[in-house]
């Protein structure tokens, strides 16, 4: 079962490059989970890209399931794009850990239309603390394995500010990324304000 995050790893420098940094978590009894940073052109507002790199290793399980089932079940990583020189993005590594470890830790299974919080800003100074999950197979292909086991999906993450969060709640995720589709939000931006909510 160990051989998935190699073939995850190749995907990602296939499909974004030659990562130029990389960060391990370990959280108390859950595997280790690493990400990767992918500079893009390194000109400033350029994308850069981090991508996790671990959370695949194990199938996600769902919490209601009396046993976790260690080969079938959805596997994912997470990545997230943001214009690079515009903040301090390279301290969201720990942040994307967490979430990263959360289907180990609080036994969630992370699919497109999700929210997840870290509960604390994702870098210094970002209006956001939490990120949608969106759906898979634009930026990096999902990676076959071997029957039973389902493939691993890359999972963009769209950071959301509180009040957009809030929404997303109550109106949902579809509603919430048109709105943002219909004012032209650059999601990418770190330092973006709230898209108008009323």
């Given amino acids: 079962m160990a051989d998935v995050l190699p073939l995850v790893e190749a995907r990602l420098r ?3 490059g030659e990562p130029d940094a990389r960060a391990a978590v370990t959280f108390l009894g859950t595997d280790r989970i690493e990400v990767l940073r992918f500079p893009g052109d390194g000109t400033e507002g350029g994308i850069v890209r981090y991508a996790t790199l671990g959370m695949s290793a194990q199938p996600m399980t769902d919490p209601t399931a ?5 080969v079938e079940g959805p596997r994912a990583e997470l990545v997230l794009s943001v214009r690079g020189g515009l903040a301090d993005t390279d301290k969201v590594l ?4 967490v979430l990263a470890a959360s289907p180990q830790v609080e036994g969630v299974v992370v699919a497109p239309g999700a929210s997840l919080d ?6 210094p100074d970002a209006p956001f603390t939490s990120v949608l999950v969106a759906e898979p197979g634009g930026l990096v292909e999902d990676v076959e394995l071997d029957a039973p086991m389902d493939p691993v ?10 009040n957009e969060a809030a929404w997303k709640r109550v109106h949902g995720a579809q509603a919430l990324q048109e709105r943002w589709l219909n004012h032209g939000t650059d999601l990418r931006d770190p330092s973006r304000r709230s898209v108008p909510l009323d």
């Avoid at 999906?153 to 509180?162: A, I």
């Fill in 14 to 16: 296939t499909a974004l």
């Fill in 66 to 70: 009396v046993l976790a089932d260690p």
């Fill in 94 to 97: 720990r942040p994307l850990a």
């Fill in 118 to 123: 870290v509960g604390e800003p994702l870098w």
């Fill in 153 to 162: 999906r890359f999972l963009p993450l769209l950071p959301m500010t509180p």
